[in-house]
């Protein structure tokens, strides 16, 4: 966040625009994260994990070399499906290290670092911009991509895989999910209002239910969905319960 208004003015560009570089990224990991951990779970999270870190490294060089908004922000996505790759399966071998009944402390070392980076990002990227440049920024991520791609190479030979089982993905949810995701970002932006104006953000209201309508019904259909609808029917139960139980303990 530091970065965008440099990013904005050396691109020739407005915080608008810089701002979809960001977002874009989320939208990566979000519409992706899911289908990437499945992919893990069929061929293997340690491969999923190298060639996760392989896309970041090529996501990384190329924002640096970017010469304008529009193709940072095509990079910025490519960059989010090497971080979506990394995240959904980073988490599944950090439990694995872990000796049996730590399963606790591997979530607290890997929920402590990842404050951590949101702690030091900020005036490390104020330092790159100042000392370097703003590219640096992305050069620097590209190092450790690197040397993450290596470790992956050299652990990965003692890592024993099995024989994939064919196994059904449902991308086509996970697309619907990335475009519900880009519509609700059209929606909420306050900036991207003002540019389309209210008719505009009518018709958007409608493509976003449509997508909604037509998720739901392809979640519902599919044998392996992407979200197991059948989850959010215990909502409404677990919450009346809370409700009840609160509402006992009160009179008691």
């Given at each position: 966040m530091i970065s965008v208004p440099t990013l904005a003015a050396a691109l020739e560009t407005d915080i608008l625009g810089i701002s979809w570089a960001l977002i874009v990224?989320?939208?990566?990991?979000?519409?992706?994260?899911?289908?990437?951990g499945r992919l893990?779970?069929?061929?293997?999270?340690?491969?999923?994990?190298?060639?996760?870190?392989?896309?970041?490294?090529?996501?990384?060089l190329l924002c640096a070399l970017s010469q304008d908004v529009f193709q940072l922000i095509l990079f910025r996505f490519v960059q989010g499906v090497g971080g979506a790759m990394v995240q959904s399966s980073g988490r599944t071998l950090g439990f694995r290290a872990m000796p049996a009944g730590s399963e606790g402390k591997a979530q607290g070392l890997m929920a402590m670092s990842h404050q951590f980076g949101f702690f030091v990002g900020p005036p490390l990227g104020g330092?790159?911009?100042?000392?370097?440049?703003?590219?640096?920024?992305?050069f620097l991520l590209f190092v450790p991509s690197l040397i993450g791609i290596a470790l992956c190479y050299v652990?990965?030979?003692?890592?024993?895989?099995?024989?994939?089982?064919?196994?059904?993905?449902?991308?086509?949810?996970?697309?619907?999910f990335l475009g519900l995701t880009i519509l609700v970002t059209l929606l909420l932006?306050?900036?991207?209002?003002?540019?389309?104006?209210?008719?505009?953000?009518?018709l958007l209201g409608l493509a976003f239910l449509g997508a909604l309508w037509g998720f739901i019904?392809?979640?519902?259909?599919?044998?392996?969905?992407?979200?197991?609808?059948?989850?959010?029917?215990?909502?409404?139960?677990?919450s009346a319960r809370s409700v009840y139980f609160c509402a006992v303990s009160r009179r008691a």
């Open positions: 990224y989320q939208m990566a990991g979000i519409g992706l994260g899911v289908v990437c893990g779970d069929i061929y293997g999270h340690h491969k999923m994990y190298g060639f996760g870190m392989a896309v970041l490294a090529l996501g990384s330092l790159i911009i100042d000392w370097i440049h703003w590219r640096g920024i992305f652990t990965g030979r003692a890592v024993q895989t099995s024989r994939a089982r064919p196994q059904s993905i449902d991308y086509r949810g996970a697309l619907l932006d306050q900036k991207i209002a003002e540019v389309v104006g209210s008719g505009s953000q009518v019904s392809h979640e519902k259909k599919i044998q392996s969905p992407m979200i197991d609808l059948s989850f959010f029917r215990f909502l409404p139960l677990a």
